[in-house]
């Protein structure tokens, strides 16, 4: 399922605009607001939801995965939760090696302002 064609310079979208951009109805997706946690849309001062482009992409994955792949509705909120919890356990590893990657950086940067300064000595 390709992804839709999302405005780089939007930040939120109307459900009509959602819905006309995953061909899904507007009621569709407000019963999945009910029945999965991680569908959560922020709604204005006017109580209207407006959707950001990871929430677009979270209504594109729970597509693919009821349509697409033959969950039920149950076993495509289990994967949600699978998922989540593996990229909770996995974070902690993951922002160690950027750490020790933004150091090795910070060293070259650190190196070369150095030996530019020694060259205009």
């Not at 990871?54 to 033959?70: C, F, H, N, P, T």
């Amino acid at each position: 399922m390709k992804p839709p064609a999302l405005k780089p310079d939007k930040l939120f979208y109307k459900i009509s605009e959602v819905s006309k951009l995953t061909g899904l109805e507007a009621y569709v997706l407000r019963y999945w607001e009910t029945e999965f946690p991680e569908l959560r849309p922020r709604k204005n001062k006017g109580g209207q939801r407006t959707y950001e482009p990871k929430d677009i992409e979270m209504v594109m994955q729970i597509k693919s995965m009821l349509y697409d792949e033959g969950f039920t509705i149950a076993g495509a909120r289990k994967q949600l939760s699978r998922r989540a919890a593996k990229y909770e356990r996995d974070l902690p590893t993951f922002l160690r090696s950027m750490k020790s990657q933004l150091q090795e950086i910070m060293k070259i940067v650190q190196t070369s302002e150095h030996k530019g300064k020694s060259a205009h000595k």
